[in-house]
Antibody
Framework: EVQLVESGGGLVQPGGSLRLSCAGSGFSLSTYWMTWVRQAPGKGLEWVASIKQDGSEKYYVDSVKGRFTISRDNAKNSLYLHMNSLRAEDTAVYYC???????????????WGQGTTVTVSS | EIVLTQSPATLSLSPGERATLSCRASQSVSSFLAWYQQKPGQAPRLLIY???NRATGIPARFSGSGSGTDFTLTISSLEPEDFAVYYCQQRSNWPPTFGQGTNLEIK
């Protein structure tokens, strides 16, 4: 079965750090762009960061630049999100998703994890 | 940043009716647009990719159309399980962006 499973969420104080993990199974992560998307309580979806298949390109939403780092280990079929200097506004459910795009087509985020909850509060 | 504006914010319909959801981009995204369905407590599910292609396992009552700046998701005859929030998303330019969502509710 093709699936993604996130872990690493929890309660953290403002200014603290967390590392989220996303383990893939049933497929090879190395074929896909991988992306983190978050959803604050009662809000819509927000793209956070993406990383290219070989890790050579990384992109971030402005609000997390310099604080979050996306990385991947294709040998372990895993994706990570290192989050530092956390703020209350980072409180959200964080989803990882696989994504496929070519020059001519966009195949969407077709497999999502179940999400892991990050709560930033004192 | 490309802004996606979805309308209406809320759509109240009955099972069996036709639903038409709109997504307008602030600049052309070509066909690099996807639609997702999200139910409470669940992860989003891909419905449509590249503006008009149904994802694997998605029923034929779901269809997407449009290119450039104007896109439509149509559900031809609503089933009870279709009542949910729907998001469009573009992957033409960085950063990728989502619309604010349309809440499709039972009338």
């Amino acid at each position: 079965e093709v699936q993604l499973v996130e872990s690493g969420g929890g309660l953290v104080q403002p200014g603290g750090s967390l590392r989220l993990s996303c383990a893939g199974s049933g497929f090879s992560l190395s074929t896909y762009w991988m992306t983190w998307v978050r959803q604050a309580p009662g809000k819509g979806l927000e793209w956070v960061a993406s990383i290219k298949q070989d890790g050579s390109e990384k992109y971030y939403v402005d609000s997390v630049k310099g604080r979050f780092t996306i990385s991947r280990d294709n040998a372990k079929n895993s994706l990570y999100l290192h989050m530092n200097s956390l703020r209350a506004e980072d409180t959200a459910v964080y989803y990882c998703a696989r994504e496929l795009k070519t020059v001519y087509y966009y195949y969407g985020m077709d497999v999502w994890g179940q999400g892991t909850t990050v709560t930033v509060s004192s | 940043e490309i802004v996606l504006t979805q309308s209406p914010a809320t759509l109240s319909l009955s099972p069996g009716e036709r639903a038409t959801l709109s997504c307008r981009a602030s600049q052309s995204v070509s066909s690099f647009l996807a639609w997702y369905q999200q139910k409470p407590g669940q992860a989003p599910r891909l419905l449509i990719y590249d503006a008009s292609n149904r994802a694997t396992g998605i029923p034929a009552r779901f269809s997407g159309s449009g290119s450039g700046t104007d896109f439509t998701l149509t559900i031809s005859s609503l089933e009870p399980e279709d009542f949910a929030v729907y998001y469009c998303q573009q992957r033409s330019n960085w950063p990728p962006t989502f619309g604010q969502g349309t809440n499709l509710e039972i009338k």
